[in-house]
């Protein structure tokens, strides 16, 4: 779309697939990460910590680390058992919270929990000398399966809560008894999540910096919410929250990992104080795996009740989640979320939820990729192919039968959402399409006559994404922006949002430079320094451009409004507009450029009636619905016969994350997504072993997909814009994470039907599906 | 992440390292494997020798019927070396499935085989092809063949003070087929099994078969009854199954989280099986 205006045409930027404007920086090594902070006279910290899973610490023997060269200070947990806990955000009615101190007092309770920390002049000698502490254990009988935790004489986590149960939550919506008492049939399956392990590229890493005249704390930390950072460290820390300043540089990577508050964050804010010198600690890829929180980890028992037809009457769902030996920021709350998509976007008015959470000593669970919303559709998208595999229906013909139709938005759902918008069938359409669906099935059909094991993976998934409104979210679920167009008519974004790695330094600039008729270049958007960016809250949940990106967009309305009032003054005209750039009187065409108009606004010689000078404007905006995205992912796999490898063979996935600002910037995060989609479905699992031990505790047991395992992946979209917000968006950061797994895992299935398979539990191993096909033959 | 403190040395001859080696010095090669275990801190070297700069142990040389390839080759270069992708194409396919190729770039052969790791892809094509190691010290040089050099996980025949010098493959007698066939740890990507063949055929018969085995057990065979039963045969189809069936035979397999030791010897039979049939339809 173009407009024209004074002869210039001003070609729309939303919509294009502009190349990052941050990717310069990053792909040539020149932005600047925690680890690159330098500060004069800064030291190091090593921690020690906990190789049991559950033991008494009888001692710690500090003085031959205290004593090892370039050392300046050993602490222990007795030394900090003033600082605040570490926080939970999330509150259930019944929530046991056990206090959890930055260094562990009297007791472990995970392999990797801190007890001691070493500072020295570098990390060299910091781990050295950290080797050298002596902690004396009286090992303790520990559980690291949730549901062997739940079981009776389970070894206690926590000794004052001898069942492990961390929390319970119930939740009906409709009539789920009358649902299952009429239904025809009733379809159940166990399944499970596995633990993940959100594997950022770059770990996680502080740097404290004291001012101890001014008492003024300068934490450089990899988080995705720097401001919550802030405020919830500078409590544990009992100072004053205006004089914590959190910066945040480049960050290698969160995925839900650096949604949080970490012990080590306020740890190292702790020491810069009392060594007065900056310290910084770097975690190892090691304590990365053991000690930042881990993903998933859910045990899911399913109640599928439907007529034989295929309509779907009815779900119940009991989920364990295993909570880890602590709660992290949000640790309760991720199941929560299953609970609300459970229904997925079938239109069954009839729940019955209930989470069991679990204590085990093993990492804390917190949010990873989805949070809650990938555990979920897993399961209603396995149910959904169990069921029609129960009454021999097609997998695509029993999800067009229960789809919330068109006419039916907003939707309200058995759980209490309101879908905003929707069309489901559009996207399956459309991948069946993609995929030749009928000509697909009858080459699935050929190939099984001839002993080869092909399947079809079906996923219709929905999300939940812009969290969210405020009320379903613990610490406010709004966005700021401040939007400054300086005298020269360059505009500088200032986003509360804190993007990470997800483009908004260029999609949020194509939004400015459309709305003030300017180019992507003359726009800077600023992030992560809560110096410098008015409070915000974070990336996390789909949330960036839905809510930060609406922040902006209306700053820059008002800002339109004051460019329009100074545009008139400039041209003595009453009857301007403002497009393209160029405030235009509408009498003589006369117009005024931004930059001439921004001059003016600073330069203050005549102001317009009630107007102040200066053109900034900063936003909050609270959002008063989350957004739904949807689509369809389809998997063609085949399976070796003989080993039981699993080879993805088409991947097609239609994506409908409702308007697209930048497709290429979508199209990654879908890629990238469906990558960690696959990784769960195929190789990647957190496994500890009975005694606590993390046994996938490194890279070279650990399965991230690498880029040549991944399969070319059909991208194509739908776009069904929200109504939530003006700019029509709904966040696309998870679906590849949500949609992806229970298509593979469907297509796996699908092939091994021949054999009565209805069901297994992800990873997909070789050696598992080896075995089915084993006993099958 | 940080290693204990370390002396480390990189002189450029063969004498000094071998010196240095002498005096208690750790070689270091490509350091793929010893670097991250410092690292970790799972192996604490007081002194490295750094054999980087020693130029006379890097190459590649054809002399009558052998191919003489310096320890500090690297992966990619026997992966890409004409010589070796002419005449010893087992070595080279091998080569080219080891990590990636980062790894290849800087991981040598000569430091590969030393660290003998049992999952390492190296050890099944040096079984099969009979391959010797020259082996050399501050006093002595001695030559042994593969078969004889891979002990068990980790440990080889290597004496304190001693390195790989060289490793010499034959060049194949023309018509020779030949092929590796690994399953990869996904995380790893080193060889959950990995099966090295050669076959020559003889009159529609199969006259000469070698088959080599890594990743099963603590050190990397040569299965030689799977290569009796298929020596002498015609190499159909049951020949070959006959003959992959017996790879694993007696064999105390290795399990891990990747795959238990029945699946192991399962996967050695199935990509044995595989491997000598496209070893025969390349032989001629």
Known sequence: MATTIAGVEKEKLVGKRLRRREDPRLITGTATYVDDIHLEDMQYAAIVRSPHAAARILSIEIAAAQNSPGVIAVFTGKDTEKVGGVPCGASLPGLRVPHHNVLAVGRVYFVGHPVAVVVAKDRYMAQDAADLVEVNYEPLPAVADPEKALAPGAAPVHPEWPDNVAFTFHQDGGDVDKAFAEADVVVKQRITSQRLIPMAMETRGVVAEWHGADRQLNLYTSTQIPHLVRTLVATMLGLDENRVRVITPEVGGGFGSKLNVYAEEALMGWIAQKIQKPVKWIETRRENFLCTIHGRGHVDYYELAAKRDGTILGIKLKIIQDVGAYHQLLTPAIPTLSVLMMPGIYKTQNIRADIVGAFTNCMPTDAYRGAGRPEATHGIERMVDILADELQIDPAEIRLKNFVANDQFPFHTATGLMYDSGNYAAPLKKALDLVDYGKLRQEQADARKQGKWIGIGISTYGEICAIGPSPATPAGGWESATVKIEPSGKVTIMTGACPHGQGEETTFAQIAADELGISVDDVLVVRGDTSIVQYGIGTFGSRGTAIGGTAVYFALQDLKEKIKKFGAVLLESDDVTFSGGNVVCNKTGQSKSLPEVAASAYRAMKLPPNTEPGLVSTRFWEPPNFTFPFGTHIVVSEIDGQTGEVKIRRYVAVDDCGNRINPLIIDGQVHGGIAQGIGQALWEQAVYDDNGQLLSGELTDYAVPRAHMMPWIESEHTTTPSPVNPLGVKGVGEAGTIGCSPAVVNSVVDALSPLGVRHIDMPLTPEKIWHILSKGA | ?284
């Open chain 2, 1 to 284: 992440m940080v290693p204990q403190k370390f002396e480390y040395a990189a002189p450029d001859s063969l004498k000094s390292v071998l010196q240095l080696l002498d005096a208690g010095a750790k070689p270091l090669a490509g350091g793929m494997s010893l670097i991250p275990m410092m690292k970790l801190r799972l192996a604490a070297p007081e002194q490295l020798v750094d054999l980087q700069k020693v130029k006379e142990l890097s190459y590649i040389r054809e002399s009558g019927n052998a191919i003489h390839i310096g320890a500090m080759t690297t992966h990619y270069e026997v992966e890409t070396f004409p010589v070796l992708l002419r005449k010893c194409p087992l070595l080279a396919e091998t080569a080219a499935e080891i990590g990636d190729l980062q790894v290849r770039n800087r991981g040598t052969i000569g430091g590969s085989v030393a660290h003998a790791d049992p999952s390492a892809d190296y050890p099944a094509a040096l079984q099969a092809l009979e391959a010797k190691l020259v082996l050399i010290g501050a006093q002595k040089e001695r030559t042994v063949s593969a078969a004889e050099f891979f002990v068990d996980a980790f440990t080889t025949v290597l004496e304190p003070g001693e390195i790989v010098r060289e490793v010499i493959v034959p060049a194949e007698e023309l018509g020779t087929g030949t092929r590796y066939e690994k399953v990869v740890q996904p995380a790893s990507g080193f060889a959950i099994v990995g099966v090295a063949v050669r076959v020559r055929r003889s009159a529609g018969k199969i006259s000469f078969v070698r088959v080599g085995i890594t990743g099963l057990s603590n050190h990397s065979y040569r299965a030689t009854s799977a290569e009796a039963t298929l020596a002498g045969t015609t190499g159909a189809a049951a020949d070959v199954q006959n003959a992959a069936a017996l790879v694993a035979e007696g064999i105390d397999a290795n399990s891990d989280l990747h795959a238990s030791a029945n699946y192991r010897k399962h996967l050695a039979s199935v990509h044995a099986a595989r491997a000598i049939t496209t070893a025969i339809s390349r032989a001629s």
